[in-house]
């Protein structure tokens, strides 16, 4: 009786273990993972029918270049653009400003002939290592990008046109806010993905 009573509490915890594993595996059975594109600095991208989320975030026509990468203090970058100092700058803005900012120059190009309703969604694209991203510092770029569809990184393109935008990721050390210190920064492959279906385009960064 006593060795019934155990293997029936073995089938117990047995058979719910069991059938999980095996739905767990049709699931997956059934996923396509998406081929990865990896693209150099410098590269003229065409975004095609490659999406993020939901297919109607395709651009067909668009296309994308990364002209320069530029890793720097956050004084730098604030000299660069001629914008007031750190201190002076959060004060003004009620916003903490990271320690280092990865500066992106991209260019995009709208190639078709007509009118269409797609457009470049920013707040999709991530710069990212391996286990870390790199967020986008909203902020910064409304001002620096401010002439440019009002500093909204959401916007379109004329037909047969393309612009120049500059695109800051923040990296904050000092606030813990991403639990990253400069050895990961420095020591890891970065790459900028601008798609993740059903192919991942992705460009080096360093």
């Known amino acids: 009786m006593k060795k019934l009573k155990i293997l029936g509490i073995l089938l117990a915890v047995i058979l ?19 081929e990865i594109r990896e693209s150099e600095i ?39 653009y001629g914008l007031s100092d750190k201190e002076t ?16 120059t991209l260019t995009f190009f709208n190639t078709n002939t007509e009118e269409t309703e797609c ?27 401010s002439d440019k569809a009002g500093g909204s990184p959401m916007f379109s393109l004329r037909p047969d046109s393309e612009a120049e935008i500059s695109v800051p ?10 639990y990253l210190d400069e050895r990961a ?4 492959e ?3 993905v601008v798609s993740l279906y059903p192919v991942q385009n992705q460009i ?3």
Do not use: M
Not at 63 to 73: H, N, P, S, Y
Not at 119 to 145: Q, R
Not at 169 to 178: L, P
């Open 16 to 34: 719910p273990a069991v059938v999980l594993g095996i739905r767990i595996r049709h699931v997956n059975q059934g996923i396509v993972l998406p």
């Open 42 to 80: 410098g590269e003229r991208i065409a975004l095609h029918d490659n999406y993020f989320l939901e297919e109607y975030e395709i651009c067909e026509g668009y296309e994308l270049r990364v002209d320069d990468a530029e890793l720097l203090q956050v004084e730098e970058y604030l000299e660069k």
């Open 89 to 104: 700058w959060e004060r003004e803005h009620e916003v903490t400003l990271p320690d280092q900012v990865y500066d992106l």
């Open 119 to 145: 457009g470049i969604d920013l707040y999709n694209y991530v710069l990212c290592a391996t286990d870390y991203t790199i967020p986008f510092c909203d902020a910064l770029y409304a001002e620096v990008n």
């Open 169 to 178: 990721y923040g990296i904050f050390f000092s606030e813990n806010i991403s």
């Open 185 to 188: 920064i420095t020591g890891r």
């Open 190 to 192: 970065l790459y900028y």
């Open 204 to 206: 080096r960064i360093k």
